[in-house]
């Protein structure tokens, strides 16, 4: 009986951890219901999925021209795609740019990495609620940034806080200590900033997490990035030798 209660029990474990691999690749965020971000595993994010409900910019970015279109036919790159935005003047804007066409005889590079802004830049009236927050509800992130390999790696993802109702140093050095008790491993450095508060970077083999406020009269705001180092990223992510 005690046997068949281990295997039972082994069995109900593989489940619940399949499940919660599962639910990782279909976490998506949606403004006005902010989800813990300090919890979500940002490598294993289907990105598409993640930001399916924010109105966001995806680019292709290209790299150095290394190919030359020998075809008669032109050949076209979907260079920017918009997703749930509705304004038509962003709209037209970006139609004539949103395919990158190689005509007979030009030069061309394969797609290098892919961007995903939200909002996106110049829409008039951007949702700016908190879709996250970072294990205190009182840092809520509002813009949101990821750039991935083509084969959907993640190489960097930020976020973003604009803090509307006060001067938002607060909830950064609130996020500045929670950062320090996640990172107690990781390698510190500080950095005064000509605004008075100081810039912070944690480094590990396998990452690289930077903190910094922006001060302005009533567009404080702070950033979050977060760089992966691994075989996927390398090449990508020079600055911190990698």
């Known amino acids: 009986m005690t046997k068949l209660k281990t295997i039972l029990f082994c069995i109900l474990f593989l489940i619940s951890m399949s499940s919660c691999k599962s639910d990782e690749g279909n976490l998506v965020l949606e403004r006005g219901k902010p989800i813990d971000l300090a919890k979500v595993n940002f490598q294993k994010l289907d990105l598409d999925k993640f930001f399916s409900k924010l109105a966001y910019v995806k680019e292709n970015k290209m790299g150095a021209n290394k190919h030359t279109n020998t075809q008669a036919q032109p050949i076209n790159i979907k260079w920017f795609s918009l997703y749930n935005i509705t304004e038509k003047r962003l709209l037209y804007q970006y139609k004539d740019v949103a395919n990158y066409t190689i005509k007979n005889g ?34 809520l992130f509002s813009r949101l940034y990821a750039s991935s390999t083509p084969s959907n790696k993640l190489i960097r993802i930020i976020l973003e806080t604009d803090n509307l109702h006060n001067s938002g140093e607060k909830e950064y050095y609130a996020l500045l200590e929670i950062l320090k008790k996640q990172n107690k491993d990781a390698k510190i450095e ?50 911190f030798g990698n």
């Open 106 to 139: 030009e030069k061309y590079g394969d797609i290098d990495f892919v961007e995903r802004r939200a909002p996106l830049l110049g829409m008039k009236n951007p949702d700016l609620r908190g879709f996250g927050y970072w294990e205190s509800k009182e840092i």
């Open 190 to 239: 500080q950095d005064p900033q000509s605004n008075g508060i100081p810039s912070y970077t944690w480094t590990t083999k396998e990452k690289v997490i930077q903190l910094y406020f922006s001060k302005a009269d009533e567009l404080n705001s702070f950033t979050l990035k977060i760089a992966y180092i691994n075989p996927d990223t390398k090449g990508y992510l020079k600055e």
